[in-house]
T-cell receptor, first 114, second 111 residues
Framework: NAGVTQTPKFQVLKTGQSMTLQCAQD?????MSWYRQDPGMGLRLIHY???????DQGEVPNGYNVSRSTTEDFPLRLLSAAPSQTSVYFC?????????????FGPGTRLLVL | GESVGLHLPTLSVQEGDNSIINCAYS??????FIWYKQESGKGPQFIID?????DKRQGQRVTVLLNKTVKHLSLQIAATQPGDSAVYFC??????????FGKGTMLLVSP
């Protein structure tokens, strides 16, 4: 298994540009999520999904859109990038319920908005 | 402990010492708690978890203690090694797998 993969690893955008951060997992996990991590901060939840066709907002959803058309993929879209969105973005996935509640994280995408 | 502003609290230990990293959580209704390790340039990696009906759980070289009375979680690492140097996060969750993360503690292990 490749686990959770994210592309790109690094990206530089100009203010106002749009882009999509890709996330895929091959573990058949129902739950997928996007976090952002800023210096000296923990991870903050942007959006999450409990299955294909179902998404919901996390703690900091403004400026981001998501969709979940398949179990495997959970892309994060920045519609009009702002310098405040400079951050490291992590995608994560896990099984729902039961005793396996640990999330597996991808390697991250480092985004700089100028 | 929890960070203030942009600066992570840092714990510096010698190789071979035992390390204790602390975390205060906020939600008394959380069902489970997880410790993650994050090395520089990588995503968080699961270390150990504990459910709210337990007060202690042991893994390989790690022990998590949960004190629900004061909403406190700790991670003990035995015989700390240079490879343990990283940022450690606690996280709390309930129901579906939505987690709330602490701000992290940096552990520095010197040989």
């Amino acid at each position: 298994n490749a686990g959770v993969t994210q592309t790109p690893k690094f990206q530089v955008l100009k203010t106002g540009q749009s882009m999509t951060l890709q996330c895929a997992q091959d573990m058949n996990h129902e739950y997928m999520s996007w976090y952002r991590q800023d210096p000296g901060m923990g991870l903050r939840l942007i959006h999450y999904s409990v299955g294909a066709g179902i998404t919901d907002q996390g703690e900091v959803p403004n400026g981001y859109n998501v969709s979940r058309s398949t179990t495997e993929d959970f892309p994060l879209r920045l519609l009009s990038a702002a310098p405040s969105q400079t951050s490291v973005y992590f995608c994560a996935s896990s099984y729902l319920g039961g005793t396996q509640e640990t999330q597996y994280f991808g390697p991250g995408t480092r985004l700089l908005v100028l | 402990g929890e960070s203030v502003g942009l600066h992570l609290p840092t714990l510096s230990v010698q190789e071979g010492d035992n390390s204790i990293i602390n975390c205060a959580y906020s939600n008394s209704a959380s069902d489970y708690f997880i410790w993650y390790k994050q090395e520089s340039g990588k995503g968080p990696q699961f270390i150990i978890d504990i459910r709210s009906n337990m007060d202690k759980r042991q893994g390989q070289r790690v022990t998590v203690l949960l004190n629900k009375t004061v909403k406190h979680l700790s991670l003990q690492i035995a015989a700390t090694q240079p490879g343990d140097s990283a940022v450690y996060f606690c996280a709390e969750g309930s129901g579906y797998s939505t987690l709330t993360f602490g701000k992290g503690t940096m552990l520095l292990v010197s040989p």
